[in-house]
């Protein structure tokens, strides 16, 4: 079964403090690795996806880093517009019954709170 | 582009009561996520739908739950009769496809369900 975990659970930082939020994953093959932000009472909003040990993305204050196990999401110089829930997420390889690829799994997020 | 629309966007019903929730997903995706989200258990996927068709209903909780998309730019989520422990937020996401460069999921702003 896919698992992912991420942690903090919650994070406050002051504006300006870089961090990293972490996020494990167990799955039987990556297909993909998926990192969304959620803003409260909005529906997740995708930030990056990552396919392969090394990868890296950027987007602003954001980058994203994957190894065989995990995913970082790092940010640097952090502003207060930037808080928010951090969602992870994994798609396996393989199919599912159906023959259809298998569908995303998501860990349960990181609250991040940057105070000004 | 007016994203993936999600009807209504609160709900507030009584136990035993039948409750529709509906979405217009972005024109021209072909497939289509139902997720329940809540504190306790997070995001997980509900169904979901591929050119109209279901493809993967396991994360339906129970025959309560009925999901139908009689063509691409809508589809519905039932439950009969609902129960105060469906209380979520439900939402609905479409993308392009199952294909690698498509994985990328449009959320809607969801349906806060409570049941009473």
């Known amino acids: 079964e896919d698992q992912v975990t991420q942690s903090p659970e919650a994070l406050r930082l002051q504006e300006g403090e870089s961090s990293s939020l972490n996020c494990s994953y167990t799955v039987s093959g990556l297909r993909g690795l998926f990192w969304y932000r959620q803003d409260p009472g909005k529906g997740p909003e995708f930030l990056f996806t990552l396919y392969s040990a090394g990868e890296e993305k950027e987007k602003e204050r954001l980058k994203a880093t994957l190894t065989k196990k995990e995913s970082f999401l790092h940010i640097t110089a952090p502003k207060p517009e930037d808080s928010a829930t951090y969602l992870c997420?994994?798609?396996?390889?393989?199919?599912?019954?159906?023959?259809?690829?298998?569908?995303?799994?998501f860990g349960s997020g990181t609250q991040l709170t940057v105070l000004p | 582009d007016a994203g993936v629309i999600q009807s209504p966007r609160h709900e507030v019903t009584e136990m035993g009561q039948e409750v529709t929730l509906r979405c217009k997903p972005i024109s021209g995706h072909n497939s289509l996520f139902w997720y329940r989200q809540t504190m306790m258990r997070g995001l997980e996927l509900l169904i979901y739908f591929n050119n109209n068709v279901p493809i993967d209903d396991s994360g339906m909780p129970e025959d309560r739950f009925s999901a139908k998309m009689p063509n691409a730019s809508f589809s519905t989520l039932k439950i009969q009769p609902s129960e105060p422990r469906d209380s979520a937020v439900y939402f609905c996401?479409?993308?392009?496809?199952?294909?690698?460069?498509?994985?990328?999921?449009?959320f809607g702003p969801g349906t806060r369900l409570t049941v009473l």
């Open positions: 997420a994994v798609q396996a390889n393989g199919l599912i019954s159906s023959g259809s690829a298998r569908q995303l799994t």
């Open positions: 996401a479409s993308n392009l496809g199952s294909g690698r460069a498509y994985n990328e999921q449009f």
